[in-house]
């Protein structure tokens, strides 16, 4: 199933890994997803996205960061791997040049 | 966020995930899951929190272990997946049928969850009492001469000197009620009518007995003086609109216990399963001192039953014993009175949560105005089981008919190797999946037939029963027993059969033996059948009774209910003065005053005889006793049969306020003939003097027509005024009662202005009749829905069987017509014999129902017709479908694989 590119979900989900360094975990990234995308979305599907992430290696993951609020319980943090940054690179490369290719005329509208 | 106790998250979810998914991963989720779950509750509240919560949890789980089946490759694991595709698949290939099939399996559980939940509410009244296990209720039975006679109600003194001699009581609490009184707030001026019932008189330790919690006020302090009063929210709203009402003014009128209160505090809302419903709780001392009652302490305070005595017993204590204890005290201060009167007084000792199920018994039910019935909940519960196990049936009845599509497919499998071990499990996954479907939709179904149930038996009910976790427990039990039940008939049967008549040209599966399901559609039939007569027979019961003449003229009057006013002579002029100036409106033509009125008062022991006759010949019956005024036989329209009304120089006269009876009492007080009564005076136990008969009027219907005719005795006196009633023209009512209103305010401005039409009073009587009605009919369209699934069931599966049959016929010249009679016919054999087995039981039933009535309708052969037609339309229609396009299929396809 590699090297097979990005879903749309995976992407957000990744990007948003990204933004909020090191301290992404399954909620935070929930939140951010939702609030750049306007939708809601449930936590299981974020869980998922991220665990399928880590296994095709384009992410990989901690536990730490106990607060009183989560009951004292750990949350794992995410952060991207090379690959995963490759890969987001990638997708934003074909999207650019594929961009490029529209006419310029229908741009305009 | 204001309560952390409250806030937990569902155990019930965490459990369940923990079972399902990863250790590993766990601890994370929880945390976000909390997380999440803290920041809803702040936001948008804790139901909507729970929900999400149990949302997320849930697809955490299925997101997680189906995360894990992709990953795991081993042959189990795969194949339930495949069977869990071919399940989903074949719910949808056959739409039809898995929406009928699922649909009826949810009515029944949702039914059943409604039931559960009516059931569960009336379980848990008064248990929400702290110390409600060890509070009773004393109750008294009486014997007398070997009658027995029980009552809720104690004495006085009982209360008291229990708690000092017996050291297991901890603490009493005595309740008493007066009658109807108006009250007032002073500052506004507005004075309401208020129902004896709604308040309570009450001992000081009453809110330490019982948990009503104060919204204002402490409830040490509220009955610190006798001439504090306690009002529930809603009473306060009604006297003081948004004010705070403590240490305001309510001024309590009425005979028995009038005074200026203080508002010393304010109860939140009474819970509605609490057996005690009142708006108003007044001090016990008041009543005592300031009442025109000395009698409650006569000899003592050890001579009436007159109160309800709740005591607070030591949960070590041994009740028994207790019980003795207070025996003995009876003895020891009521001994000697009893054994004068031949009456033995035993004690007994009521628990707190038993008293709204079982208070019928007492004579005096103590005041208990909210009553369960224990009957109606066996009634219920045996309904409950009986629909869910239906549903079970009809639903083996709907797989094993589709069984014959599937015979092709068992084939297959069993031909490449499916063992029968794994055959049966798609099955019971398939049925489990459906059942589980089934058991969501229920909960919804459940939701909205919850309401249309509290309208019936009059209570809000709430879907509480949701937030146990041991009904999520018995839930789930219900569902995995009920899947495997209905899941393991079409399981078996089919994986039992040969691959060979499955696949070869001849099949002759048959799956099943098919007098069973007769049998049941019979049943069904006859339970359809005996559900709908009893509807229409209520129904017409009740229309009968409101459309009968009553022999008085109910239709035009207008009551005025809420006088009270102690009568004097100035009094009197005062309404005479009032009846004149309202009658000069040109829609009233009349008005009388009375104690009471059609549908209201009691019968009474009384004995009576004529004058000449023997005390022997004295008759003890059940009597209608009276006080009206003098405008009363013309308004209400009494047909005079001999004698006249009373008339004005009566009220003078010494020995006469005169008596009018009706045509009942003539026959029963041995009077001859109404003429002849007219010369008689009756001699009534514990009036004074023999009283003169001056009119006898035709037999009429006072009370509802449950009642038969007995005597009515009305004698006059204009001093007894409780209800005015004015006979209007109802062309222009608003007019009419605006100008009664402001007449009556002119004249009586410190009485409440409430008044209802009398006929609309009246038929409330049939209240508990309509109620009763009304739950037949949804019983009914419940039976008869079910019926017509398992009926649908079955009329596939025999068109399905006889697919090549009428492919010849058809061949042979049949018409569509001929083939639809030939399909359905067997149904209506079925309903034929349903009908025959119902008509001895509706001839028993319905006519020791009607027993009931006095007065009722006559059962004629329109109790089985119509409900017979009403369901051979019905299923008609059900099977119409079925069998019209049976009918049609082409005998090409039907024959062409021979």
Redesign the interface.
Known sequence: MKNKGLGEFEELVLLAVCILDKEAYGLSVKREVEKHSGRSILLGAVHITLYRLQDKGLLRSEMGGNTEKRGDRRKRLFTITDAGMRQLRAAQDVRRKMWQLIPQLKLGL | MKDDRKSKPPLLANWLASKFINEALL??????????Y?ERIATRGKFYAKCMYW??TL??M???TS?NLFKTQNNPTIMSKHYLIISIRNLSRNKAYSIINILGLAVGMGVCLTIFQYVYFELSHDRFHNNFENTFRITLDENKNGMDNLRATTTFALGPSAKETIPEIKEYVRIHRQDDATVINPDKNEPFKELARDMLFVDKTFLQVFNFPLKLGSKESVFDNKFNIVITEKTARKYFGTDNPIGKTLKVGGEFSPGDFIVSGVLEELPINSHLQFEFLLPLEHLLEFANFGMFKNSDGWSRNYFMTYVIIDESANLDLVREKLDQLIVKYKGKRNSNKNVVEKVGLQPLSDIYLNSDVYSRSGYVINKGDVQNIQFFSIIAVFILFIAWVNYINLSTARSMYRAKEVGVRKSIGAFRRQLISQFMIESVLLNLIAALLSIGIAFSTLPVLSQIIGKELEMNVLEIPLFWAGFSVVIIFGALLSGSYPAFVLSAFKPVSMLGANKTVRAGKISLRKGLITFQFLISLLLISGTYLVYKQITYMKNQELGLDMEKILVLDGFDKLMDSTGIATIQAFKTEVTRHSSISSVATSAKIPGKGYHQEVSIRKVGAPESENKNSSVFWQYIGIDFPETYDFEFVAGSSFTQDQSNRNDGLGLIINEEAVRVYGLVSPEKAIQEKLIISGKPRAIRIVGVVKDFHWHSLREAYTPYLFGFNPRRVNHISLKINLSNIQESIAYIKSTYKAFFPDNAFEYFFLEDEFNKQYQADVQFGNLFLAFTALAIFIACIGLFALVSYSATLRIKEIGIRKVLGASIGNLMILLSKEYFTLLLIAAILAAPAIIYWGGSWLENYAFRINMGIDLLMIPTLTLLFISLLTVSHRTYSTAKTNPVDSLRKE
Do not use: A, Q, Y
Request: aromatic letters at 22%; a negative charge.
């Open positions: 601890e994370e989720f929880f945390g976000d899951l909390k997380e999440i803290e949302i997320d697809h955490l299925i997101g997680f995360f």
